[in-house]
């Protein structure tokens, strides 16, 4: 990594993704690199941590543990149904930015695409705007969901 940003000589910028344990173990020390962000690969941390779903990581600390050494801009994507209550992990962890899920484009197929994003900009908005007794009440109701579907699988 530090190979790519002494050739990319800040000519442009560089995120990196977290996906290994040995990468949330150096969270601290990328702080210290010229890094544009980071994104958060949560379908490999599963793997990489043996967790028996994509955002299993969300309920069980190690993101919130993860993002607390972070200071750099930090995210992670993938947003499905029901969209609002992972809207909200990422307002709770206070995310820079999200990635489309890979069948975003399907699913608007037909809508305007620009009306797509401004809906989830509101609805973004709306979710920072709750309460702490509410995003507590969500953040337990994403847990209990992905605590079934982890039930669900085993």
């Not at 996906?19 to 994104?39: D, R, V």
Request: neutral net charge; charged residues 20%; glycine residues 4%.
């Amino acid at each position: 990594m530090e190979r790519a940003l002494n050739v990319i000589n800040n000519t442009c910028r560089l995120g990196i993704v977290i996906e290994t344990k040995n990468a949330i173990k150096l969270a601290k020390e990328l702080n210290q690199l010229p890094l544009s962000h980071i994104h958060i690969g949560l379908n490999d941390l599963r793997d990489a941590l043996q967790k028996p779903h994509s955002f299993y990581s969300l309920i069980d600390q190690t993101i919130d543990n993860l993002v607390n050494d972070l200071t750099i801009p930090y995210g992670f994507g993938g947003l499905t149904i029901p969209c609002q209550l992972l809207m909200g992990e990422l307002i709770r962890l206070q995310c820079s930015f999200s990635l489309l899920r890979h069948s975003f484009i399907t699913d608007i197929f037909g809508k305007n695409w620009q009306e797509e994003l401004t809906k989830i900009r509101l609805e973004l908005n709306r979710i920072k705007q709750l309460s702490t007794t509410e995003t507590q009440y969500n953040h337990q109701k994403f847990k209990d969901l992905l605590l079934s579907i982890a039930l669900l699988r085993e």
